[in-house]
């Protein structure tokens, strides 16, 4: 192949920068120096801002279902990763993988309270008067008492205990009958009523 000399270059097709303007003949200085600028910038190691350190990246992980991990940002800084692109890499891994965690979360805490609540409900028909059980099951503090009772394997409360404490099991069933805490849901009612659990049964 013949090598192309600078006579031979059509001078229409060469821009008017590297031309001189007074002759209007391609200047091989400018062509030279362009080239080498154009090398120069294409062997450059591409940047995209990144901070000095890894710990100086700021990830905003309000979803609560992870944080930032110090060793995965340690190798984003190392790809020479910005603010923006490490915040959009933990942006993805939230949309792709919370909806996919709170799934599996929610499917495993649904068959855990199927379970639970199962044996809460038969150790309250061997245990409770039906109206008390139904109480109890209707709040969040009784369900909670209901869960004291069976773990601690208290006695029934059909059976009076041998020492009553000040409030004793049969004024607890009087007072849960109240309309003040099934009905009304008055916050000190129940309040003494949990109290009253926690006097018996425990903490």
Request: glycine fraction near 4%; charge should be negative; hydrophobic fraction near 35%.
């Amino acid at each position: 192949m013949t090598n192309l000399l600078i006579e031979d270059v059509d001078p229409s097709i060469v821009p008017d920068k590297f031309k001189n303007p007074e002759t209007g003949a391609i200047r091989l200085d400018a062509l030279v120096n362009s080239y080498g600028e154009l090398e120069k910038k294409m062997s450059e190691k591409p940047t995209h801002n990144a901070p000095a350190s890894h710990e100086d990246y700021c990830v905003n992980c309000d979803h609560g279902m992870f944080q930032p991990d110090n060793d995965i940002n340690q190798r984003l800084h190392a790809k020479g990763m910005s603010q923006e692109q490490v915040q959009e890499v933990y942006d993805l891994a939230a949309e792709k993988m919370v909806p996919m965690v709170k799934q599996i979360a929610g499917d495993f805490s649904a068959d855990q309270w199927k379970e639970v609540s199962r044996q809460l409900l038969a150790f309250g028909n061997r245990n409770l008067p039906a109206d008390v059980l139904e109480n109890l099951s209707s709040s969040y503090e009784g369900v909670l008492a209901l869960h004291k009772m069976m773990q601690s394997e208290e006695p029934s409360m059909k059976k009076q205990t041998a020492n009553p404490s000040k409030t004793g099991s049969e004024d607890l069933q009087s007072m849960m009958r109240d309309p003040k805490y099934w009905r009304d849901k008055d916050p000190a009612f129940v309040k003494k009523v949990t109290e009253g659990f926690q006097t018996i049964y425990g903490e």
